[in-house]
Every structure is written in C-alpha cells, then in structure tokens.
C-alpha cells in the first residue's frame, strides 16, 4: 500500500497546479507521475483528494476529485505571543510542536528583558507548514512579526487572556484549572515571557489590559518549554469530545 503524500496549497481548489517548492518535492524526490495520486491540504480547513495529471521536472498539475472539509479538534482559538529565545533552534523546535499538537496563531514579543529582538519569519513559517503536513492539520497557524509588548497587551482581543509569569508578589492562578473551570470555549491567548521572565512592570501593565496573572505550575521552565505547555493545555482543555 503506497504512503498517502500530502501537499500544502493555499486556494487548492481554485488552483490545477502545485506551488513550486511543492511541485519539486512532488517530481523529483518523490517521482510522482501521472495518474498517481496525492491529497492536498488548503490550511484553511480543508482536505483535497487529487490526481496528477501532469509531472514534468519542474511542474505538477492535479485535479480534485474529492473534497474533503474537516472539522476543527479543539474549540475556539489558540494565540500564543512568546518572546524568543536567545538560541533560535529552541523557539524553532518549540513552534514545530505546537504547529503538531494544534493551534492558531503565534506572536512574538520584544520585551525588556529579551535576548533576540530579530527573526526570520519566513524560516518560522516553512517550519509551520512542514510540521502542519507532518501532522495531517488541515489548518495552519498564523505566523505573526514581532511586535513590542506594550503595543501587543493594548491590542484588541477577543476571549480570555493569560500572562504567564515567575513572580511570588503577584498572584498567581493556574491556567488549566482556569481553562477547565470556564465553560464557554472562549478564544484564548497566553503570554510567555524571555529567559529572564517579563519585567514586573510588564506584568502590571498587562494585567491592566485585562490579562490574567497564572502560573503553568510548581516546576520552573524553559521559555520554549513554557510556550509548548501553554498551548498543549489550552488544547487539551478546549478539545472537542
């Protein structure tokens, strides 16, 4: 039985033909000729089962011959704003386990205490859609720039919003025992801060904005640690049953 290969198209159904990253990866390492078969994913949802109907060295044309519209494990959204690490491999694997374990969007935060104030997007988000393929996900996350912290806390947003942080003055509660404890499947964003945790001016500026003080509990984590913790418990927490 041959392995099911899986392509990311944005627009697959108004499209006959594969981006040419894609097309290369098709043609050439995986040799797929004409007639094979080979599904295709949108990130907005939707799963396409296709046939090729041309492969040459450089292009790959398909046809739909079935949609697939899925359904979303996990309630509400997702938005984790992190600042990154010194050692952009850590954020880099952090965000590939994400993108696996699911969810929907990624900001990255320009804090007092931050090591790294630049980073590639266009790196974050190939390592986005490899990992979204890698784990069959037909959405994919929104990748957003860095952006200063005291621009993102200021920003609209919609459902429960989380900081998370290391200081024993503040309190502090439990961010899954939230999650589980509320009910209404509310959208929800979670701020991690850089190895040196925010400033306590920064938390007190965004519990200003509406933010909630929690801890992700006992243990003392690594920031890309933190980030993947918050989002597997926001996923677990808001899973559809």
Known sequence: MKEIRYFYVPNAADQTELPPDEATHATR??????????FLMDGKGTFYRAGVTLATLKKCLYEIKETMPQEKSWHGRIHLAIAPTKMI??????????????????????????????????RIEKIVV???????????PVVSPMMPFADFVKMPCEGKKYIAHCYGE????????????????????????????????????????????????????????????????????????
């Open 29 to 38: 390492v995986l040799r797929l000729r004409e007639g094979d078969e080979l």
């Open 130 to 140: 490899a990992a979204m393929k890698q784990s069959r996900k037909p959405w994919i």
């Open 89 to 122: 491999d850590r954020m880099e694997w952090m965000v590939e386990k994400a993108t696996e374990v699911g969810f929907d969007e990624i900001t990255f935060l320009d804090c007092r205490f931050s090591e790294r104030r630049t980073l590639r997007i266009d």
């Open 170 to 241: 503040i309190e502090r509660g439990d961010l899954f025992s939230d999650l589980l404890n509320d009910k209404g499947n509310h959208d929800v964003t979670v701020m991690v801060g850089p190895e040196g945790d925010f400033s306590i001016d920064e938390v007190r500026l965004a519990i200003s904005e509406g933010y909630q003080s929690i801890s992700l509990g006992n243990s003392r984590l690594r920031t890309e640690t933190a980030g993947l913790t918050s989002v597997m418990m926001a996923q677990l927490a808001l899973r559809r049953m």
